[in-house]
């Protein structure tokens, strides 16, 4: 119980920086980078987050100190490969942007 209490602004602080990983960095870089179309990049960005729907695979769905990287389908080493290779298409650099920052915030989520 103590542990817990001792714990609870660690997790905290764990879940802002993930959240603002996933919400407030795209934003910056939208806007950064893509600065006349930063709307749509923001978009694919959050639609993104839609990779996460490989999470309803596993059992439990969610499991506090899990790593994603490598323990769902989507979350993949050989899904990551797949979305660097998006970066050399037009059609598919954004969106393979947006995915590989995903499982970047995923992957520093491992070792916090
Ligand atoms: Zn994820």
Redesign the pocket.
């Known amino acids: 119980m103590m542990l817990l209490f001792l714990l609870k602004p660690f997790l905290m602080t764990k879940f802002i920086i993930h959240y603002s990983l996933h919400f407030l960095a795209p934003l910056l870089i939208a806007y950064w980078f893509f600065n006349k179309n930063w709307k749509t990049v923001y978009l694919v960005f959050l639609f993104s ?1 839609l ?2 729907v490989d ?1 309803f695979l596993a059992n439990p769905i969610f499991e506090e100190n899990r790593c ?1 990287i490598n323990f ?1 389908p989507l ?1 993949s080493y050989i899904a990551c490969g797949v979305y660097f290779l998006g970066l050399f298409f037009k059609k598919t650099r954004v969106i393979a942007i947006a995915l590989l920052f ?2 970047l ?2 992957f520093i989520d491992c070792y916090l």
Do not use: G
């Open positions: 987050m990779v996460d999470h994603s769902h979350h995903h499982m915030t995923d």
